[in-house]
C-alpha cells in the first residue's frame, strides 16, 4: 500500500532526476525558497502564490502547507505530483505533473521552478521532458498543456522547443497586477516523434494503478 502516488515514482534522465518531493527533500527545497532563490523577474507566477511572500519564514511555511495540502487531494478530476529536481545527488527545484480530468480526458498540466544559480544551463528543459515521460509513456496521458506569461522567455522557449503549439492567450495576475498567459498544447502525436530512449522510469506502474483507483 503506497500512501501518496508520487512516493516511489522516480525517472532519471542522463542529467538529473526528478524524485518524489519526500518530507526530508522539501526540508532540503525550504531553504532554497526561503532564500529566494525560486524567485524570478519578471515575476513567473500567477496568483495566489506562496513564493510571492516577503517574509522568509512565512514564505517557506506557506509554501510548504500548500505542498501537504496538494498531497491530500487525489481525485479523479485532478491530483498533483511533486517532485523535487535532483542534480549532482543535490535538489535544485521543483517539478510537478497535474493531473486536470485525467480520468476523463488523459489531460495533464506541469509546473516548476529551478533554483536561480541553477538555471540557463539546459536542466528546465531536461526535466520538462522527464516529467512529459512519465505522463505520456507511464501514465498513458493523451495529452500536455503549459501557460507562462508571455515575457517568461525561459518557459516558453522550452514548451516551444518541446513541439508544443501556441493554444491561444489568457489574462491572469502576478501580484495583482494583469498580464497575459500563454497557453501551450502538446499532444501524445507530437510526443511520440521526439520521444526519448535514454530516459527510465521506476514505480509508475503502482502509481498507475493508484490513479486509476481514484476513478
Ligand atoms: C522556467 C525555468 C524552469 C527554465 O529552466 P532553465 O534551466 O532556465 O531553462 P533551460 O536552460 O533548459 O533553457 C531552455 C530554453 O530557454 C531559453 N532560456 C532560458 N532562460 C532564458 C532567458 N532568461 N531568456 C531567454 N531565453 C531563455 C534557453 O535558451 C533555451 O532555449 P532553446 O531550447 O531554444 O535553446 C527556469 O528558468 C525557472 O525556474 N524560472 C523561474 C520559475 C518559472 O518561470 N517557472 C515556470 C512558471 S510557468
Known amino acids: 500500500?503506497?500512501?501518496?502516488?508520487?512516493?516511489?515514482?522516480?525517472?532519471?534522465?542522463?542529467?538529473?532526476?526528478?524524485?518524489?518531493?519526500?518530507?526530508?527533500?522539501?526540508?532540503?527545497?525550504?531553504?532554497?525558497?526561503?532564500?529566494?532563490?525560486?524567485?524570478?523577474?519578471?515575476?513567473?507566477?500567477?496568483?495566489?502564490?506562496?513564493?510571492?511572500?516577503?517574509?522568509?519564514?512565512l514564505r517557506e511555511q506557506r509554501w510548504l502547507q500548500g505542498i501537504w495540502r496538494g498531497r491530500g487531494r487525489v481525485e479523479p478530476d485532478f491530483w498533483r505530483l511533486y517532485f523535487a529536481v535532483i542534480v549532482d545527488g543535490e535538489p535544485v527545484g521543483m517539478q510537478d505533473l497535474i493531473g486536470d480530468r485525467f480520468s476523463t480526458l488523459g489531460t495533464v498540466t506541469t509546473f516548476s521552478w529551478l533554483s536561480a544559480d541553477a538555471r540557463?544551463?539546459?536542466?528546465?528543459?531536461?526535466?520538462?521532458?522527464?516529467?512529459?515521460?512519465?505522463?505520456?509513456?507511464?501514465?498513458?496521458?493523451?495529452?500536455?498543456s503549459s501557460d507562462a506569461f508571455l515575457d517568461n522567455a525561459g518557459s516558453n522557449a522550452v514548451s516551444k522547443s518541446l513541439g508544443y503549439r501556441e493554444n491561444g492567450t489568457d489574462w491572469d495576475t502576478r501580484q495583482g497586477e494583469p498580464a497575459l498567459l500563454q497557453r501551450w498544447r502538446l499532444t501524445r502525436e507530437s510526443w511520440l516523434q521526439r520521444r526519448?530512449?535514454?530516459?527510465?522510469?521506476?514505480?509508475?506502474?503502482?502509481c498507475r494503478e493508484f490513479l486509476s483507483r481514484t476513478a
Do not use: K
Open 1 to 57: 500500500m503506497i500512501s501518496y502516488p508520487a512516493f516511489g515514482v522516480q525517472v532519471t534522465t542522463p542529467r538529473l532526476e526528478l524524485r518524489a518531493a519526500t518530507d526530508d527533500l522539501l526540508e532540503q527545497l525550504g531553504t532554497l525558497v526561503r532564500d529566494g532563490r525560486a524567485a524570478a523577474h519578471p515575476l513567473p507566477y500567477d496568483d495566489p502564490m506562496s513564493l510571492y511572500e516577503s517574509d522568509p519564514e
Open 120 to 144: 540557463g544551463r539546459g536542466v528546465g528543459r531536461e526535466m520538462r521532458e522527464a516529467v512529459l515521460h512519465l505522463a505520456f509513456d507511464g501514465l498513458g496521458a493523451r495529452e500536455a
Open 196 to 206: 526519448r530512449d535514454d530516459i527510465e522510469l521506476r514505480g509508475e506502474a503502482a
